[in-house]
């Protein structure tokens, strides 16, 4: 086991570097740099900049150097924890990243346990149920939630909660609870915006996963050992929960490795139309405005967890599921 | 009569001489915050704060009152420059028609040896936000050792200098300062009052500067703060939005970082403006940005009645939806007149690199033919609400340049004409489906390259594109992305553009729609336009007309005497207007900001503006003036 996991990590070293140059590379592929799109930028609004204050910029970001410098430079800074400095937003790319960090985990675990809350039990009903009434409806109501796309959700649900309870439009607070301190009121306030963001974000998932658990949870229940036990006499909850439904459980153990980084990006084009000001619409913006240094620690970070994702369904494939073996 | 004119003149000097003598007595009222820090003794009276003769700033409508939030929204740092423009303090600034300049920092001046020396007096007792007094020396530490210090700026301050040759400045006492040019250099208050930056708060930041302070410890204390070198880390404080610290003579001045959910600026106790009663400006306490991640976002929060009074970002496809939406928002519509001679214009490549198309798009027959076939009553209908005005690509009529006759030659629409011309061009022949053959035989084809944005250049396009077909030209409209689209017009691969014709309020001080100066500023010869800009290496020399321009501009913006430069300026816009550089559709129209809302309870917002980007509008509407009704 101790092998295992020690060859793992150490597979995981000649990835990540692979991962960085390439992510770094990735930035530098769109023809121009920071400095082109910040111009237009400028243009867009009416403003222009002149040809010396350009070369003025360009010395200053280092943006005449040949790509192998400017990485090398950004490389050295990231394995000591430096990420470099963000064009766009003129602050260390850490504390960008991290100052928007804690709300984007507070909508993806939040979205997530509430797909995990609502996609299990429908989706045991459904495949314990079969062909009943109640599992039409939920295979009718799963398939509309995975064929809406979700950036349409937000807008019906944002415009609804602006006509219906006069919520301001976007964000997670009221304007009167954005530079307030924490308290229990804030918290309230939180919640009754977080609602909009974690239905549109949780519902193609619930969708997704109340299709996976059905048919995984189907296939298992045809077979001999449960027949068998049945056979025996064994209560049909204690049954289900006790066999059927652990196997039928390993394919999401598996996909914990793509969960990471769905933590931190899955949620982009919804936070941007719901404006929250979540990791997904700085990523989503850094890309657009080839804010390179921001865009490559980013994408280098999302590459990183899902090396580390896959790594921990890994180890907890080997623990669950007992055919798995160490050679 | 007469008597009546001599009483009416004597009746306004009495009244400007009570008003001096107002402000000679100090009678000056300020905010009821800045009162209570008066009380406390944190700050020295109001009349210790304003300088002798503070700028008075005559109301859009009324004397406002203090107080209020103003609540607005921008896109994040990308989107500063709304900030810069909206706090925007110069040393002259412009009016708010945009024809002329007006006292700001400084009182007066004097411009003489034929424009080669222009000298301001600044306010005597400006102070900036820390109470620090502002003096010529903070304008000789920007210009010396900023703008032309070669470690700080590696570029030249290329709006001070003329042929070439970099102005100087001079000391002459605290409150005066000189610019001398070896030429003259007639367009260059303009150029000042656009200037972003003109000023820099010596007291402060010299112990950031290598030639003031202590080497080692500047270089250890960049490292500190995470920076490549001391330039990087004197920039960083020397800007206003980053460093919180910095003294600043913005009427605003911010107490958040940029990065907040929520940006907040709050009044600057010093700033330096009053109304004439003597009130100190501005009137609104605070001004707050609420980040939002695009564009949209902001267009929605302003239909929600979210923001208080915001031009910025309002977009023009949403008109119908805020006329529709304004009681229930509780705000009123204003549209402004962006300084657009088109939106967008279609540009011709005149220096083709097909020899064959090149020849027909220099017939200026087939470039006439196209603009009549253009029916621009429809465009402006379908697409601006006939909010715009049909026109040619001459400049706006708030240019002060603007010469009427030109606004509607070759604008008529008129589809017989059109193929007449044609015809007449040579491309009388057709194909079997009824488009024109070129001399050579092929079939007459244009592309039209825009790209996706703010105005509707795709929309128009289209329509453009479809009259052509109407009169045999061939044309296909292909939208492009923006940086793809910059690549070919750099690299001289465009037949033709679509793309708004905007910057044309000054055409001295931004030339670049008329005369072909750069490669992406001015379309209609990319070539040429690259030759320009890198010295004669690569792309074309001018020739023709295109010559004619260039030479007309150079000795315009060296003309001193203002009726000769008027009339060489109207040269190069009769050149451009009969030979049809540039496409016109539809101008003046509120696309860019242009349209505007503003909550019931918000005052002294003028209804009509003109906004353009050396105005930095809003800044010419004076938005310290504005105020809220609590």
Redesign the interface.
């Given at each position: 086991m101790l092998r295992f996991i020690i060859e793992r990590l150490l597979t995981m070293i000649p990835i990540l570097i692979v991962i960085s140059i390439i992510s770094f590379a990735i930035i530098q592929l769109?023809?121009?740099d920071y400095l082109?799109?910040?111009i237009?930028?400028?243009e867009?609004?009416?403003?222009?900049v002149?040809?010396?204050?350009?070369?003025?910029l360009k010395?200053?970001y280092?943006l005449g150097q040949p790509m192998h410098v400017q990485y090398f430079k950004w490389i050295s800074g990231v394995v000591v924890g430096?990420f470099g400095?963000s064009f766009?937003?003129?602050?260390?790319v850490n504390?960008?990243i991290w100052?928007r960090l804690g709300l984007t985990l507070v909508v993806s675990i939040s979205s997530l346990l509430l797909t995990w809350i609502v996609a299990f039990p429908i989706g045991v009903y459904s495949a314990v149920r079969q062909h009943s009434p109640g599992d039409y409806i939920a295979t009718f109501v799963g398939f509309l939630g995975l064929s809406i796309p979700n950036f349409m959700l937000a807008l019906i649900l944002m415009y609804g909660g602006?006509r219906l309870f006069g919520m301001?439009?976007?964000?997670l607070f009221s304007?009167e609870f954005?530079?307030a301190s924490w308290s229990w009121a804030k918290f309230v306030n939180m919640l009754s915006h977080l609602w909009i963001p974690m239905v549109v974000v949780g519902t193609a998932g619930t969708a997704g996963m109340i299709r996976i658990m059905r048919n995984n949870l189907l296939d298992e229940l045809g077979k001999q050992y449960v027949v068998t036990a049945r056979a025996k006499g064994l209560s049909t909850v204690k049954l289900i929960f006790k066999y059927p439904l652990r196997l039928a459980l390993i394919p999401f153990v598996s996909t914990v490795g793509w969960l990471l980084p769905q933590l931190i990006s899955g949620s982009a084009v919804v936070?941007?139309?719901l404006?929250?000001?979540t990791a997904g619409?700085l990523l989503l913006?850094a890309l657009l405005?080839q804010d390179m240094y921001l865009a490559g620690s980013f994408t280098f970070l999302l590459a990183t967890l899902t090396v580390i994702g896959t790594f921990i369904s890994d180890l907890l494939l080997a623990a669950v599921d007992p055919r798995i073996t160490y050679d | 009569m007469k008597t009546r004119r001599v009483v009416s003149v004597l009746a306004l000097s009495v009244l400007l001489i009570a008003s001096m003598s107002l402000v000679a007595f100090g009678e000056y009222n300020e905010s009821p915050v800045l009162q209570e820090l008066v009380k406390s003794g944190q700050l020295p009276p109001v009349a210790e704060r304003l300088p002798k003769e503070p700028a008075v700033i005559e109301p859009i409508d009324e004397i406002g009152q203090y107080g209020g939030t103003w609540e607005r929204a921008w896109t994040g740092p990308s989107d500063r420059s709304g900030l810069d423009r909206l706090t925007s303090s110069t040393i002259i600034e412009c009016t708010l028609d945009g024809q002329d300049v007006q006292p700001s920092l400084a009182k007066g001046w004097d411009i003489c040896d034929e424009a080669k020396v222009f000298t301001y007096y600044l306010r005597e007792g400006l102070r900036w936000s820390d109470g620090a007094p502002f003096t010529a020396d903070d304008i000789m530490f920007w210009y010396y050792d900023v703008a032309l210090n070669d470690q700080l700026s590696p570029g030249r301050l290329g709006w001070a200098a003329v042929q070439g040759e970099q102005g100087t400045l001079e000391k002459i006492d605290d409150y005066t300062v000189r610019f001398v040019f070896a030429h003259p250099n007639p367009i260059f208050p303009q150029r000042l009052a656009w200037g972003n930056e003109q000023y820099m708060p010596k007291h402060y930041l010299k112990q950031f500067h290598m030639d003031y302070g202590d080497a080692a410890q500047i270089e250890e204390m960049a490292r500190l703060a995470g920076f490549d070198n001391w330039q990087n880390a004197f920039h960083a404080k020397a800007d206003w939005l980053v460093n919180l610290e910095l003294p600043s003579m913005r009427p605003w001045i911010p107490v958040t970082s940029a990065t907040e959910s929520r940006h907040r600026m709050v009044r600057n106790p010093y700033f330096w403006k009053v109304d004439p009663e003597g009130n100190q400006l501005p009137y609104i306490d605070e001004v707050v940005h609420t980040l939002a991640e695009s564009a949209e976002v902001i267009n929605l929060m302003g239909l929600a009645g979210d923001l208080d009074m915001q031009v910025r970002h309002m977009s023009l496809v949403n008109y119908p939806s805020f006329m529709a939406n304004r009681e229930r928002g509780g705000y009123r519509v204003v549209t402004w007149r962006p300084a657009l001679a088109a939106d967008p214009g279609i540009t011709l490549n005149l220096t083709h690199r097909d020899e064959g198309l090149r020849e027909i798009i220099n017939n200026v027959m087939f470039r006439r033919a196209l603009s009549v076939a253009i029916d621009r009553e429809e465009i402006n209908e379908l697409m601006f609400y006939g909010l715009g005005v049909p026109r040619a690509a001459t400049v706006p009529s708030s240019s002060p340049h603007f010469v009427p006759e030109f606004e509607q030659m070759y604008a008529q629409f008129d589809r017989d004409q059109a193929n007449a011309w044609l015809d007449e061009a040579g491309l009388a022949k057709r194909d079997s489906e009824g488009f024109r053959l070129r001399p050579d035989g092929k079939r007459l084809e244009i592309t039209i390259d825009t790209i996706s944005y703010v105005g509707p250049w795709i929309e128009v396009g289209e329509l453009v594109a479809e009259y052509w077909n109407e009169v045999g030209v061939r044309t296909q409209l292909r939208v492009l992305e923006r940086s793809l689209f910059f690549a070919r017009v750099n690299a001289n691969e465009i037949d033709a553009s679509a793309w708004s014709i905007d910057w044309s309020l000054h055409l001295l001080v931004t030339p670049r729609r008329y005369v072909p100066q750069s490669p992406n500023g001015s379309r209609f010869a990319p070539a040429i336009g690259t030759w320009l800009a890198t010295g004669g290496t690569s792309g074309e020399p001018p020739w023709g007309d295109l010559e004619k321009v260039l030479d007309l501009y150079e000795e315009a913006i060296v003309t001193a005497d203002a009726i000769k430069r008027e009339s060489l300026v109207r040269e190069i816009l009769r050149i451009n207007a009969e030979n049809v550089w540039t496409i016109g559709t539809v101008g003046e129209t509120p696309s860019t900001l242009g349209i505007g809302i503003v909550k019931d309870y918000f005052k002294n917002v003028p209804n009509d503006a003109v906004s353009e980007g050396i105005l930095s509008t809003p800044a010419n509407t004076q938005p310290a003036q504005y105020y809220m009704i609590p």
């Open positions: 769109p023809p121009g082109t799109t910040y237009i930028q400028l867009a609004s009416g403003d222009s002149s040809q010396s204050e350009i070369e003025g010395q200053r280092g430096d400095y766009e937003w003129n602050q260390p504390t960008l100052e602006y301001s439009i976007g964000g304007p954005v530079d936070s941007v139309v404006n929250l000001p619409p913006r405005g | -």
